[in-house]
């Protein structure tokens, strides 16, 4: 029997959580490595980088490769190949060799990064719903299990033999999903099936699995060349969403205790609750955005973390920076991926446009950090958070460009049956 053409909420899932599981469960061991290495934090913090700038030279190409060879394929390779990155970050005996582990590392989680957004796009769009938001929800699961995992590893007293064993289970649970994944055809394919209409006087009843490559033909169409305007204003409302997502994670806990001399504990406190809403946004975007349209949603959102991050930076009561950090929280949930949403949405360019504009995110991760940093150094922290402010303005002018296409879930209701 052929696989719903639909494509598998539950596979999307799982693979979404198992990245952010087998990230999670790592970085939660970041202290563990540096006393392993003996690392000072400047050269810890610039093998980190590591990560990002591997997923930024991979990111470009990842549509290309899913158009090649779909994106199943793409998400095992990138699976078996991240996760045991993961693992050999335990035995890794040097700063400069752990550097370009994590480069290695990094390339193949920003391939499964986009390749498993793609496919979230396509189960998205065959559904007629919107899902992104709970696939996103599902990454921000997987890294809270995966964190505290290795919370519950170190309190144990476990070294770092913690890494290779839990990035194999998040290897098991992301090859399980990337294996449902309805299969894309790959250019072959899509001739293949051109020549057999032809033949067949394009009459024929579909054999089992039949169906599956009649909707995947539709999606593997040769892509436009070239970048598109509507792709860069959704990647700039994209780079937005994640300047705010990473800065919380990078700077809200240092801002509460450097700058408003809270207890290292209530920055830790305020960081959770972040991350804690931002998961409840995500799993509330879906029908938000059903009924109020993707647009409304997004500049709703950007408009509340905007307050958010004034109410933190302004304000020197802890109350409402503890209130501030919730409400960041839920103001970017739905941004990133409902930019991925749109994205796929773009005319013409199909896996392209989420190639392209989850590179222009996933620089601000690479290089969010640092500026905010040497900002700080001359203006401090709390002022130099006003530019993601800045960036959030930019995304409440540009919202009305992530208006759903009126004929967008027409044409993939059409490719199911048509």
């Given at each position: 029997?052929?696989?719903?053409?639909r494509?598998?909420?539950?596979?999307?899932?799982?693979?979404?959580?198992?990245?952010?599981?087998?990230?999670?469960?790592?970085?939660?061991?970041?202290?563990?490595?540096?006393?392993?290495?003996g690392?000072?934090?400047?050269?810890?913090?610039?093998?980190?980088?590591?990560?990002?700038?591997?997923?930024?030279?991979?990111?470009?190409?990842?549509g290309?490769?899913?158009?090649?060879?779909?994106?199943?394929?793409?998400?095992?390779?990138?699976?078996?190949?991240?996760?045991?990155?993961w693992?050999?970050?335990?035995?890794?005996?040097?700063?400069?060799?752990?550097?370009?582990?994590?480069?290695?590392?990094?390339?193949?989680?920003?391939?499964?990064?986009?390749?498993?957004?793609?496919?979230?796009?396509?189960?998205?769009?065959?559904?007629?719903?919107?899902?992104?938001?709970?696939?996103?929800?599902?990454?921000?699961?997987?890294?809270?299990?995966?964190?505290g995992?290795?919370?519950?590893?170190?309190?144990?007293?476990?070294?770092?033999?913690?890494?290779?064993?839990?990035?194999?289970?998040?290897?098991?649970?992301g090859?399980?999903?990337?294996?449902?994944?309805?299969?894309?055809?790959?250019?072959?394919?899509?001739?293949?099936?051109?020549?057999?209409?032809?033949?067949?006087?394009?009459?024929?009843?579909?054999?089992?699995?039949?169906?599956?490559?009649?909707?995947a033909?539709?999606?593997?169409?040769?892509?436009?060349?070239?970048?598109t305007?509507?792709?860069?204003?959704?990647?700039?409302?994209?780079?937005?969403?994640?300047?705010?997502?990473?800065?919380?994670?990078d700077?809200?806990?240092?801002?509460?205790?450097?700058?408003?001399?809270?207890?290292?504990?209530?920055?830790?406190?305020?960081?959770?609750?972040f991350?804690?809403?931002?998961?409840?946004?995500?799993?509330?975007?879906?029908?938000?955005?059903?009924?109020?349209?993707?647009?409304?949603?997004?500049?709703?959102?950007g408009?509340?973390?905007?307050?958010?991050?004034?109410?933190?930076?302004?304000?020197s009561?802890?109350?409402?920076?503890?209130a501030?950090?919730?409400?960041?929280?839920l103001?970017?949930?739905?941004?990133?991926?409902?930019?991925?949403?749109?994205?796929?949405e773009?005319?013409?360019?199909?896996?392209?446009?989420i190639?392209?504009?989850?590179?222009?995110?996933?620089?601000a991760?690479?290089?969010?950090?640092?500026?905010?940093?040497?900002?700080?150094?001359?203006?401090?922290?709390?002022?130099?958070?006003?530019?993601?402010?800045?960036?959030?303005?930019?995304?409440?002018?540009?919202?009305?460009v992530?208006?759903e296409?009126?004929?967008?879930?027409d044409?993939?209701g059409?490719?199911i049956?048509?």
């Amino acid at each position: 029997m052929g696989r719903d053409v639909r494509g598998s909420v539950l596979a999307v899932l799982v693979v979404f959580a198992s990245s952010g599981f087998v990230m999670g469960q790592a970085l939660a061991r970041v202290p563990a490595v540096r006393d392993h290495l003996g690392a000072d934090t400047g050269a810890l913090g610039l093998a980190l980088m590591g990560m990002g700038l591997g997923s930024l030279l991979a990111m470009p190409f990842t549509g290309w490769l899913v158009d090649r060879f779909g994106s199943r394929r793409v998400v095992i390779g990138a699976v078996l190949l991240g996760c045991l990155g993961w693992a050999a970050v335990a035995a890794v005996p040097s700063v400069p060799v752990l550097l370009a582990v994590l480069v290695l590392t990094g390339t193949n989680v920003g391939l499964w990064d986009v390749a498993m957004n793609i496919q979230g796009t396509h189960v998205e769009q065959a559904r007629s719903r919107s899902l992104m938001p709970f696939f996103h929800a599902a990454f921000s699961g997987g890294a809270v299990l995966g964190a505290g995992s290795g919370a519950l590893a170190a309190w144990l007293g476990i070294g770092l033999v913690q890494l290779p064993v839990l990035a194999a289970v998040g290897a098991v649970a992301g090859v399980w999903g990337a294996h449902h994944f309805v299969r894309e055809a790959v250019p072959d394919d899509v001739e293949d099936a051109r020549h057999a209409d032809a033949d067949a006087g394009a009459v024929t009843e579909p054999t089992p699995g039949a169906a599956e490559a009649t909707v995947a033909t539709a999606r593997a169409r040769p892509a436009r060349r070239g970048v598109t305007p509507v792709e860069l204003l959704i990647g700039l409302i994209c780079l937005a969403g994640a300047l705010a997502e990473g800065s919380a994670n990078d700077w809200l806990a240092l801002l509460l205790v450097d700058v408003h001399g809270a207890p290292a504990a209530f920055g830790a406190l305020t960081l959770t609750a972040f991350n804690l809403t931002m998961m409840i946004g995500r799993l509330l975007g879906g029908p938000a955005i059903e009924r109020f349209g993707r647009a409304a949603v997004v500049r709703t959102g950007g408009a509340l973390a905007a307050v958010a991050i004034l109410v933190v930076t302004l304000s020197s009561s802890l109350a409402l920076a503890l209130a501030g950090g919730l409400l960041w929280g839920l103001g970017v949930a739905t941004i990133f991926p409902a930019a991925i949403s749109a994205a796929g949405e773009v005319p013409g360019r199909g896996n392209r446009a989420i190639t392209v504009v989850s590179t222009i995110a996933y620089g601000a991760f690479l290089f969010g950090a640092p500026t905010i940093g040497l900002l700080a150094e001359e203006i401090g922290l709390d002022r130099a958070l006003f530019l993601v402010v800045g960036f959030l303005a930019l995304l409440l002018v540009l919202s009305p460009v992530m208006r759903e296409k009126s004929a967008g879930r027409d044409r993939a209701g059409a490719a199911i049956v048509g």
